[in-house]
């Protein structure tokens, strides 16, 4: 599971139903459905404008030409659909920077398996192709499905912080698992 596909830009993974690649100024309208969404985006308490999921595309961008890894695009192989964002980049655990693996879907592929499978081929790709010795998920701790998500992945709770996002307080639980554990 998981291997790097060769000879076609910008494809990082591949799964049995999906295939990761690198997002690019064109997946802007498909992102939009979910950082849009204000229930898919209930984690981070509102919808996102088009400025903010420009910059945040912009950021993923940005990521994946600096650190060579960030949120990819999920896209379905059946149909070929973008279906949301799964990948690993560098995030503040209470002022320690790691390696957490991410995942954000568009609600109408929610309950399908798919962030776990994105999720877990993001884990191996961190151990096996980067070297990565750990990997978190830093989930806010109302977000259950997300939480479900890591423990299907083999993440444990090994802390908690608070962020401070939109002027809300949000408590957050760090999963994490090392390559031994996976």
């Not at 070929?80 to 609600?107: H, K, M, N, S």
């Not at 890591?150 to 908690?160: D, I, L, P, Q, Y």
Request: hydrophobic share 40%; net charge positive.
């Amino acid at each position: 599971m998981g291997g790097r596909m060769q000879g076609m830009a910008g494809m990082i993974l591949e799964t049995k139903r999906l295939v990761l690649r690198e997002m690019t100024q064109d997946d802007f309208p498909a992102l939009c459905r979910t950082l849009q969404d204000e229930k898919a985006m209930y984690a981070y308490g509102h919808a996102f404008s088009d400025a903010e999921a420009q910059a945040w595309l912009d950021r993923q961008l940005g990521r994946c030409r600096r650190d060579g890894f960030g949120l990819w695009a999920v896209i379905l192989k059946k149909t070929g659909r973008f279906i949301g964002q799964c990948g690993i980049t560098w995030q503040d655990a209470g002022g320690i920077q790691v390696p957490e693996i991410g995942y954000l879907l568009e609600r109408a592929y929610w309950h399908h398996g798919y962030a776990t499978e994105a999720a877990v081929a993001c884990r191996d790709y961190a151990f096996h192709t980067l070297g990565m010795e750990r990997v978190y998920s830093i989930i806010r701790d109302t977000n259950i499905p997300s939480q479900n998500v890591a423990k299907r992945n083999g993440m444990s709770v090994c802390g908690s912080l608070v962020k401070h996002y939109h002027g809300i307080d949000m408590p957050h639980l760090i999963f994490c698992v090392s390559k031994k554990e996976a």
